[in-house]
């Protein structure tokens, strides 16, 4: 019997602070099924003989203006736990109840009043710190440009970070701030819509002792000062950090072993018979004997709050009813944000964007040294090596666009993180991330045909260069789309260039030019018509040699006799005049067909993670 749910519309105007209670809370997964598979993705079926539960019959509470921490060993829940308050973990195994404020809740309006902020740090590596707060303001904020800035001056300044405002994040290659400093910056991005509740995993974990006394200051400051409910996971804790927290939640096995005071922790550990050693501090202490603890007390929980034996099985499925984001931007504006946000990641990044171009009109300048005037005037015509430039050219500019597959994999972590809060939309994403590439695109193809056009001997008139060049930028934008669709489903670098190349060499082998298509065997047809190659090509050889020229264009042959002449040669290959036009508007469909696909792919994930 399904419980009566009640909608909760969280708002900042009408509720100031947020009282999070969990009860009877389990999380089960199915082993060894549900593993992840070659994209990345869950599957597997759910048995009931190997059901696993991460999270069994937790009930605990945060409170406004209280620092609460999620302690245990490594596999004990703690960030299980913290992303079933986030919203973020998928609910279909998940049974009781989360209430805020007494009601039940409902992750996608707690999104709007909470911050959750992750153990790795999804940042833009080339932005600035002020930049990356600033986009982030712009996102989450209804609100203009001048107070999206005021409230970033505002949080520079209570998080510490007004002296390195200008320093880019930076990466492992390239140097930026220091990582406490790094912690602090993605606290912030969470931050700048002054969430009254605020999740965070590890916040500690790889910083020093005094970055992270710094970090749990800040935090403790936060929920004194302003009356925010804060929930952090933590690992191991100094005596100096401890002093600041006002609750811990013990978690071993996923069983709630303590929720409450260090004070009560202490004292419950004395009263079972244990002697905590000195320099030794209660938690680390509890930590160390939670097995014990088990076998000792059969599972009993040493705990403050009140535990109900009777397992609620309402699921939060059902309590996600009529769940739906509500956004703080039109689409128009959040393309506009992420297209400038986006632009400039591609603009410093020197491997990409200066590298690119350089290499473009470089490889136009080697190539026409190399197949200098091969359609001039020669004494000697050999139609093989007009088709090899043709096939080398594509070959050149379609690979060469899997250099963009390590930023679509950064994007795409940032990208699921703040869908999965409701920052954009991902149709925004999408839209923006091909408005920033058309031109880019534009430039780069441009580079290279003013340098080889001219030099191989090309159809000698303006259409055709026009023509060509436009062949090019729509044969690299279509490169582009295949790449950015399938980094929406690989799961590292190595796996996406290993896939991304196959598929690639697989559509140069049906591309047409080493098998005709009459020769194609039935069963791999298809792979013609799928081919990045076949079409881009084709509009070459059309543009070189079709026309009232082309009839009198020899393809092969001596000064004296000519063997093929162009119009023969397009009739020998099958191709008409009228495929010159028909071939770009198949083009064109490949692009958007492929941002399409990605768009998809990236909405199944985003909806995969929390359902």
């Not at 790795?120 to 710190?129: G, I, Q, R, S």
């Amino acid at each position: 019997m399904e419980l009566p749910v009640k909608k909760l519309h969280y708002s900042a105007d009408i509720e100031t602070h947020y009282n999070i209670k969990v009860k009877n809370l389990s999380y089960k997964l199915s082993a060894p099924y549900g593993e992840l598979d070659l994209f990345g993705w869950k599957s597997g079926t759910i048995s009931k003989s190997n059901t696993k539960y991460v999270l069994e019959n937790i009930s605990c509470d945060a409170k406004p203006g209280e620092l609460t921490a999620i302690a245990g060993p490594s596999g004990a829940g703690k960030t299980t736990l913290l992303e079933i308050l986030a919203g973020t973990m998928a609910t279909c195994r998940v049974s009781g109840r989360v209430l805020v404020n007494d009601m039940p809740m409902n992750a996608a309006h707690f999104c709007r009043v909470s911050g959750y902020v992750t153990q790795d740090e999804a940042l833009f590596p080339h932005l600035t710190v002020e930049e990356t707060l600033m986009y982030s303001a712009r996102l989450r904020l209804q609100a203009g440009r001048d107070k999206a800035r005021s409230r970033v001056h505002s949080l520079l300044k209570e998080l510490g970070l007004e002296h390195i405002a200008g320093v880019r994040i930076g990466s492992e290659t390239s140097r930026g701030i220091s990582g406490g400093e790094k912690r602090r910056v993605s606290i912030g991005v969470d931050l700048v819509h002054d969430p009254a509740v605020l999740l965070l995993d590890e916040p500690t974990s790889g910083l020093d002792s005094a970055s992270a006394l710094h970090v749990v200051l800040l935090l403790t400051s936060m929920a004194k000062n302003q009356g925010k409910t804060i929930v952090l996971t933590i690992h191991q804790p100094g005596f100096r950090i401890l002093d600041l927290i006002d609750k811990v939640i013990l978690l071993s096995n996923g069983v709630v072993l303590h929720s409450g005071s260090l004070e009560l922790l202490a004292e419950r550990l004395k009263s079972g018979g244990y002697c905590i050693p000195q320099h030794v501090n209660a938690l680390e202490f509890a930590i160390e004997v939670t097995e014990s603890l088990h076998k000792e007390e059969n599972g009993i929980k040493i705990e403050s709050g009140e535990i109900q034996q009777d397992r609620d099985h309402e699921t939060l499925n059902q309590l996600a009813e009529g769940k739906k984001i509500f956004y703080c931007n039109s689409p128009s504006k959040e393309i506009l944000i992420l297209a400038q946000r986006f632009s400039k990641n591609i603009f410093r990044t020197k491997q990409l964007f200066a590298a690119k171009t350089v290499e473009a009109l470089v490889a136009g300048i080697v190539l026409g040294t190399i197949f200098i005037n091969v359609f001039g005037n020669s004494k000697t015509r050999k139609m093989q090596n007009q088709l090899g430039f043709f096939a080398f050219t594509l070959t050149f500019l379609i690979s060469s666009t899997t250099e963009a597959l390590p930023i679509f994999l950064q994007e795409r972590r940032i990208l699921m993180r703040e869908t999965s809060r409701g920052v954009y939309r991902v149709s925004s994403y999408i839209i923006a991330n091909t408005l920033v590439f058309v031109p880019f695109l534009l430039i780069v193809s441009l580079l290279y045909t003013c340098s080889v056009y001219w030099l191989v001997g090309l159809r000698r008139n303006i259409d055709g260069f026009l023509y060509f060049s436009l062949v090019v930028w729509l044969a690299v934008l279509t490169a582009n789309s295949f790449v950015a669709c399938f980094s929406t489903v690989v799961p590292n670098f190595i796996m996406g260039m290993s896939f991304i190349y196959g598929v690639i060499g697989s559509f140069f082998l049906f591309s047409g030019y080493f098998i005709s298509k009459d020769t194609v065997p039935k069963y791999w047809k298809f792979m013609h018509y799928l081919s990045l190659f076949k079409y881009p090509y084709e509009c070459f050889m059309i543009n070189e040699f079709g026309g009232e020229k082309g009839k009198l264009r020899c393809l092969e042959g001596t000064e004296d006799e000519c063997v093929v002449y162009g119009n023969q040669f397009l009739m020998q290959v099958g191709l008409k005049e009228s495929q010159k036009w028909s071939n770009l508007i198949t083009m064109l469909s490949f692009i958007f067909g492929y941002r399409l696909l990605g768009l998809l792919f990236l909405w199944y994930r985003s909806y995969r993670s929390t359902s």
